[in-house]
């Protein structure tokens, strides 16, 4: 009975090593070592074998839980996660700075989707369907989310 119990911990334990120690050995071992406590427990106990086996699940799995809990919570474990947040969003966040009815120039060919360029400041768009050549004039039709869809200004 004591061999199960010390077999049961030490596997339990080096699951929790794993952690802080990651090459894969210390967990196969303490895989190992779990799944000799289970023989011999059952070995010696057989009318608790579903006992037995739950209880060995439970503490592979609350050694995993453990690891990850103390993993988060040292030096070297912060350095793995992202502590900082996002400021809250514009409310035109996602929507493109650009006005229905705006004029500008082609800067890729537009077949349909290329760059444009309004007022200075570029904009990914699409056509209406047609064929824009580089440098020819536009004018927006819709704005949708990021979304632009722009038409070839007829030339004067």
């Not at 049961?8 to 990651?22: N, T």
């Not at 996002?86 to 229905?100: R, T």
């Amino acid at each position: 009975m004591i061999w199960c119990l010390l077999l049961f911990v030490l596997g339990v334990s080096l699951i929790v090593i794993e952690f802080f120690l990651p090459g894969g050995i210390c967990a196969v071992l303490g895989i190992v070592l779990l799944v000799v406590s289970t023989g011999l427990g059952i070995a010696a106990y057989p009318e608790h074998t579903f006992f037995i086996i739950m209880g060995e699940i439970l503490g592979a799995f609350a050694g995993i839980v453990l690891g990850l809990y103390l993993l988060a919570n040292t030096k070297v474990g912060q350095g793995l996660f992202l502590n900082t947040t996002l400021a809250p969003a514009d409310k035109n966040s996602g929507q493109a700075a650009i006005a229905v009815g705006a004029t500008g120039v082609v800067l890729t060919d537009l077949r349909p989707a290329g760059s444009i360029e309004v007022d200075g400041k570029r904009f990914d768009a699409v056509s209406d369907g047609d064929l824009i050549e580089e440098g020819g004039r536009i004018h927006v039709l819709e704005v949708h989310g990021n979304r632009i869809v722009v038409e070839a200004t007829p030339d004067e």
